[in-house]
């Protein structure tokens, strides 16, 4: 079987997958000590470990570090490309291009192998857009939700807020409500550009994952949730590069 992880700046999602698909998953910060624990008992099943990850080095050892705790087998990492099939990398260094959403694009690549967007609402937002053909078109990166928020409570003076009580679109009357409706606001702002930039360029499809991906929804995006796009995508690179 193959241990598959995504490891973004917060959070480590993983997958354990068989001949049948995924027999094992899991998800936590990367210092949770029972992050991998129910992966003990099939530790001997596991023959290879594939990683998707934007990450430090020093969380990308830190990581290993953790597989090793369950499982000899050498951990590899695989990063973005110029060319998969027919999607390729605008990036002229592809290198430079974060592996999430390198994967995540070929994930839903093979998915309806079409014009599609793919927005991953995690620590940061990323954007991207594939035409028909699979040429990547560019996108755009934007700070998430808890990015925001960080921000407003570290870089500004005198606002101070704590969570939300109610959701809204109505002007705040307090600072509270002041911040969380701002950013609901700003994120309603988001979809609807995101949708104007998607119908401009004829897109038959939206895709959305990532931790805020509900939220963003929620914030009238109109897409197709998929949690585990960049495993998708990551899982068919290494079938394709190794077999199954």
């Not at 700003?186 to 990532?210: C, N, P, S």
């Amino acid at each position: 079987m193959k241990l598959l992880v995504d490891m973004g700046n917060s959070r480590v999602k993983w997958q354990l997958r068989g001949e049948s698909g995924v027999t094992l998953s899991g998800a936590g910060a990367l210092d949770e000590l029972g992050l991998f624990r129910p992966l003990r008992p099939l530790a001997a099943s596991i023959a290879a470990v594939a990683v998707s990850t934007v990450a430090s080095e020093a969380k990308r050892a830190s990581l290993c570090e953790r597989l090793g705790e369950i499982t000899q087998v050498p951990v590899q990492f695989f990063w973005t490309e110029s060319r998969r099939g027919a999607l390729r990398c605008v990036y002229a260094d592809p290198q430079t291009m974060g592996v999430d959403r390198w994967h995540a694009l070929y994930g839903a690549w093979l998915r309806c192998r079409s014009s599609f967007a793919v927005v991953d609402a995690g620590s940061a937002i990323t954007i991207d857009f594939v035409s028909q053909q699979g040429e990547h078109l560019g996108g755009y990166i934007l700070p998430g939700k808890r990015m925001m928020l960080r921000s407003l409570r570290q870089d500004a003076a005198r606002i101070g807020f704590g969570a939300v009580l109610t959701e809204g679109l109505a002007p705040g009357a307090s600072t509270t409500e002041c911040v969380h409706h701002g950013l609901r606001w700003l994120w309603r702002g988001m979809a609807q550009q995101m949708a104007a930039e998607a119908d401009a360029r004829g897109l038959e499809k939206v895709f959305v994952t990532g931790g805020d991906a509900l939220e963003l929804m929620d914030a009238g995006l109109e897409a197709d949730h998929v949690p585990d796009l960049v495993l998708a995508g990551l899982v068919a690179i290494v079938e394709e590069s190794f077999g199954s």
